[in-house]
């Protein structure tokens, strides 16, 4: 069995390097066969690598410990979903995820694009093909997932495997690796897109309509993994933080930072054939830097908690980077001509450069935040000496620059496209910033003694103010023309432009996190030992030790406590928080027991118990304020994705007219 | 959790074997709430070395902390003995060396790691200068408009744009 | 079995990919050379309907809504006398007071006045029947 997946991956690695070579031949001597035939290995190499990954999991489920890989990530005890996660619970499995993700949007985007773009597709499909390529590398060569123990040679039969590691084993941490991947390997579809029409000089802007929808999808799919991520430290690591600037979140951040100014910056190119050096520039860059995100997570490089499996690929990340980096960068250079901009800007008060700034505040904190995450090795290098950069670092640098943003959010939307006088600009600013100031001083007049904080309450309400004025004026407008209510004219405004108005529900959702990161600046927390019956009080609450319990099953050892929760003398909850030693790999894990609110989290952590011959519990116990606006926030800023990918409703009748008598490739549907 | 056999007997002490499981897994449990305002301030200031974690000695909350709780005792101790919250530091580096400290030191080339993101606004700010003088069209020089293919158009125009709406 | 499976899975996969014959080929429309301007059209009718709404909704004063609606015509303009030239004919409004169209007999629809450079059963635009309706 073990042979059948390592020959497919062989296979599928032969076929990666013949569909390179026989696309871009076949485009270029115009052999129609050789490119169908590459594309054809596309598919074929999807087959193969569908049933690596089968066979892999098969094994994972029926826990052959014969494999190396099996042995190390899963073990009979663990629950099946857990199982399956172990796919991609180290390094040699989830290499194989990435690989088998990025084979089946090749072949997606192979399939989907069979009959477009005669001249462009075959260097898609060769770019395609190339980073599939690198990875089968890794995956067939250097860590490879169908490795055998070698039993008898020194090493005793495996009886049972490690099991995955416990704080993996929640069903967020389950899907968070995958989601993430999702958008890592999806960015790789609009950069092949955008080299393949740099290659063959497209006129146009066809690569964006077509990655338009693909790029939205990725970038959504990237958010709900960062935000799983988050979620997961939130509720796992039994300390409350759901963002620490470890390496590997900041490697997952930088990519999404980048996508975020090239969803904003490809507008320009859309609506007026602008920057599109720039747009080239932001979309190879993303792709990079997940390269480079995967390179920080599996090479270990930089220390972290993330760096589960540590191994040598590093060199083969650094020679990929530095060859596509300089190809792309050549490309780029030599085909200036071609990406001439086709149109000047009419006034620097214009919606033109809003977005000129919000792009170099967001470049300006994925700067900051890659500078920060590999400032220890530089520094190693340059000084010899050892430093740290830690949340402190991270936080100085980067609030301000995140407040900034959050002001950019609100006044961006509000300047007109090419044009627009001071005068407008004074009505349109003029509620959102009165909204703003009150809140601000309501904040400073509630208690609020924290600047930062107090700022971005105000900018917060700044932004919805002006996302809520866009709304109303647009709605109030067609309510007018068309005689229907408020709601249903607010409907139908999202519905003819589902992209801006979604885009002002994303803009919401950002908005709401802002709230739930600036509750942080309230937190409270404290840690007591404790015997049944004793009490304590957090914030407002009032804590009472009713229970300690203790037991086993076959997976951990488990003991908790039962805790009253009491506001004011009245008894209003129970919580029971919980840790966890689980027995395969001898590892203590917490349950935390949290009281979610909208406007507080309770958060209580059984953390231990104090050996000093007491036997006390050790309760840690935290108020978080407003953290669930983040999570909320989250959903919106779905919700909002979701409406950006809904065909608009325009009546784009005039096209027909003009196109009889030729085939149109691709309708516009902006 | 009720689906697991937990036995619901009160307890003053936990079982014995689950203290031995658990007793070389956690060095050193004490709540000991070392947290002072003036500990919180210093600890503030100094990185938590114990291993991939990213917080300070003051915020790091992993129980039994084989680098943050001695360090925070140790504060405790020097601050008792009347040092200042520099000295405090400066004891701090010379046992650890510069890492000690939570963000790197606003000196020599560690400056670097400060200035960069504030250079590179700057640099951005310069480029998009660069950038609107290029392309912005002068005040001057209105828009080239070309009347007679506008009007020879107009008419269509007008028409598509109405069934727009 | 494995190895039955192996080598169906193997043999299946060169054969997908080295397995190509003519008919395989599809059948791609050349792509029209105007193709990019029909784009580029319809984007400036997109921002020039933004620009409409957003006039209505007070973003814009009125100087410069007119100053950039001006604009937008005009490139447009531009745009469909490219689309005129690439497709050879003679753009519209010129020749036609002096000489009906030369090439192809247009079709217009006797319900909306929409024209079409073919005969057509039913109308593109307003769904009608179009028999008869050569001009």
């Known amino acids: 069995m073990e042979n059948l997946g390592a020959i497919a991956i062989l296979l599928a690695f032969c076929l990666s390097i013949y569909s390179v070579l026989s696309s871009v031949v076949g485009a270029r001597k115009q052999k129609p066969l050789l490119t169908i035939s590459g594309q054809r290995a596309v598919y074929a190499i999807w087959a193969l690598l569908t049933t690596a990954s089968a066979l892999l999991v098969y094994a994972l489920i029926v826990g052959d410990f014969r494999l190396a890989y099996v042995a190390k990530h899963s073990n009979r005890a663990m629950p099946a979903l857990y199982k399956v996660a172990a796919w991609w619970g180290g390094m040699e499995g989830s290499l194989l995820l990435w690989a088998w993700v990025l084979s089946s949007y090749s072949a997606l985007v192979v399939f989907t694009c069979r009959n ?509 304020p407003l953290v669930t606006w983040i999570w909320v926030g989250f959903y919106v800023l779905m919700a909002g994705t979701l409406i950006c990918l809904v065909p608009p409703k325009v009546k784009m009748q005039y096209l027909k007219t003009e196109t009889v008598g030729y085939v149109k490739q691709n309708v516009p549907v902006s | 959790m009720s689906q697991y056999p937990s036995s619901s007997v009160a307890m003053r002490s936990f079982r014995p074997f689950l203290l031995i499981l658990l007793a070389g897994l956690c060095l050193a449990q004490q709540s000991s709430d070392m947290l002072t305002p003036a500990i919180r301030r210093v600890g503030d200031r100094l990185a938590c070395l114990c291993g991939s974690c990213k917080n300070t000695v003051a915020t790091c909350q992993m129980l039994g902390c084989h680098y943050s709780a001695p360090a925070r005792e140790r504060i405790a101790k020097l601050q008792s003995q009347g040092m200042g919250d520099d000295a405090i530091i400066e004891d701090f580096i010379k046992r650890e060396g510069k890492r000690a400290l939570a963000a790197p030191p606003a000196e020599g080339f560690h400056l670097l790691s400060w200035a960069m993101p504030f250079i590179s606004i700057a640099i951005g700010l310069w480029v998009i200068y660069l950038f609107v003088k290029r392309y912005q069209r002068p005040a001057s020089a209105a828009a080239p408009i070309d009347r007679a293919a506008l009007d020879r158009y107009k008419d269509e125009i007008d028409k598509d744009l109405a069934k727009l709406e | 079995m494995l190895t039955a499976a192996a080598v169906l899975i193997i043999a299946g996969a060169i054969l997908l990919t080295f397995y190509v014959r003519e008919k395989d080929i599809p059948a791609t429309a050349p792509a029209s050379p105007g193709a990019y301007l029909d784009d580029r059209k319809a984007q400036i009718y997109e921002n020039l309907r933004d620009l409409q709404f957003e006039f209505r909704v007070g973003k814009l004063s009125d100087e410069d809504y007119q100053k950039t609606k001006l604009e937008l015509q005009s490139e447009l303009a531009k745009v469909l006398a490219e689309m005129d030239r690439i497709r050879g004919a003679a753009p519209k409004a010129a020749a036609a007071p002096a000489a009906p169209p030369p090439s192809p007999t247009i079709f217009v629809c006797r319900h909306c006045s929409a024209r079409f450079e073919r005969s057509l059963k039913f109308c593109g635009e307003c769904g009608k029947s179009m028999t008869g309706d050569a001009v």
């Open chain 1, 116 to 624: 477009k773009f005669r001249d462009m597709m075959p260097y898609v499909t060769a770019i395609l093909m190339a980073v599939q390529c690198f990875f089968l590398v890794l995956i067939g060569f250097i860590e490879n997932p169908f490795q055998v123990l070698a039993v008898g040679k020194g090493i005793t039969e495996v009886p049972d495997g490690n099991g995955l590691n416990p704080l993996l084993q929640y069903w967020t941490m389950a899907i968070h690796p995958p989601t993430l991947y999702m958008g890592y390997v999806g960015f790789v579809v609009p950069f092949a897109f955008a080299i393949g029409s740099l290659i063959t000089k497209q006129p146009g802007d066809a690569w964006i309509h077509t990655t338009r929808r693909w790029t939205i999808i990725t970038w959504g799919f990237q958010s709900t993994g960062i935000l799983l991520g988050a979620g997961w430290a939130y509720a796992v690591l039994g300390w409350g933080g759901y963002w620490g600037w470890d390496p590997v979140e900041n490697a997952s951040l930088l990519p999404w930072i980048t996508a975020t100014a090239f969803l904003h910056s490809v507008m320009m190119q859309e609506k007026k054939g602008m920057m599109k050096v720039w747009n080239m520039v932001l979309i190879s860059a993303t792709f990079f830097l997940c390269i480079f995100g995967t390179f920080l997570t599996r090479s270990g490089i930089v220390g972290s908690v993330h760096a589960f499996a540590q191994s040598p690929i590093g060199k083969y990340f650094v020679a990929f980077l530095a060859v596509g980096i300089a190809a792309t960068v050549y490309l780029i250079l030599d085909r200036l001509e071609y990406l001439k901009s086709e149109a000047q800007l009419e006034s620097v008060i214009s919606r033109e450069s809003s977005f000129l700034f919000n792009n170099l505040i967001l470049l300006a904190s994925c700067f900051a935040v890659l500078w920060g995450t590999i400032f220890p090795v530089i520094s190693e290098a340059v000084t010899g000496e050892k430093i740290s950069v830690d949340a402190p670092f991270y936080n100085r640098v980067n609030v301000p620059i995140g407040l900034f943003l959050l002001f950019l959010t609100g006044v961006g939307p509000l300047i007109a496209w090419r044009r627009s006088s001071f005068e407008s600009l004074k009505r349109a600013f003029l509620w959102p910033t009165v909204i703003g100031v009150m809140v601000m001083v309501g904040a400073v007049a509630g208690g609020s003694r924290h600047f930062y904080a107090t700022v971005s309450f105000g900018l917060c309400a700044f932004v919805t103010g002006t996302i809520g004025m866009e709304f109303w004026k647009g709605s109030r407008a067609i309510a007018h023309k068309t005689s229907q209510n408020l709601i249903a004219a607010a409907v139908e405004l999202t519905h003819r432009n589902t992209r801006r108005y979604g885009g002002y529900i994303v803009h919401m959702g950002i908005v709401l996190m802002f709230i739930g990161f600036t509750g942080a600046a309230f937190n409270k927390d404290g840690t007591h030992d404790v015997k049944v019956g004793d009490k304590f009080s957090i914030g407002r609450y009032e804590l009472k030790i009713r229970d300690l319990l203790d037991g086993d099953n076959e997976n951990y050892s488990w003991r908790k406590a039962a805790v009253d929760i009491s506001v004011g003398g009245e008894q209003i909850d129970t919580l029971e928080p919980e840790q966890r030693v689980y027995k395969a790999s001898r590892q203590p894990t917490s349950e935390v027991a949290i009281r979610r609110r909208l406007n507080e989290d309770l958060y209580l952590n059984f953390a231990g118990v104090t050996n000093d011959g007491r036997n006390l519990a050790i309760i840690q116990s935290y108020v978080f």
